[in-house]
């Protein structure tokens, strides 16, 4: 079992930056993919970026050169800095791992751009 706990997110404006954070436990093997998917209202669960074991990473269209993802693998942790946030990004962020083909997903943080 794993459990993800995230926290970071919060109120900002247009323009702003947010770093989300995210802590995996449990029994965790070494090659596994974590990232960060986001559900804006309305909407369906889209990915963000997802980080593989060697630091290889895929981001959506949407974020390119705005988000980085990072993971710190002695800490099980991934990272989520959002620059230049608009908002559009308005949504609950969550952290996700698929450790040895099970799929874990944290309760989700929210983060709200105004404009």
């Known amino acids: 079992q794993v459990q993800l706990v995230e926290s970071g997110g919060g109120l900002v404006q247009a323009g702003g930056s947010l770093r989300l954070s995210c802590a995996a436990s449990?029994?965790?093997?070494?090659?596994?993919?974590m990232g960060w998917y986001r559900q804006p209202p309305g909407k369906q669960r889209e990915l963000v970026v997802r980080?593989?074991?060697?630091?290889?990473?895929t981001y959506a269209v949407s974020v390119k050169g705005r988000f980085t993802g990072s993971r710190d693998n002695a800490k099980n942790t991934v990272y989520l800095q959002m620059n230049s946030l608009k908002p559009e990004d308005t949504a609950v962020y969550y952290c996700?791992?698929?450790?040895?083909?099970?799929?874990?997903w944290g309760k989700g943080t929210l983060v709200t751009v105004s404009s």
């Open positions: 996700y791992i698929n450790n040895y083909g099970m799929e874990y």
């Open positions: 980080i593989g074991s060697s630091g290889s990473l």
């Open positions: 449990g029994s965790i093997f070494s090659s596994n993919v």
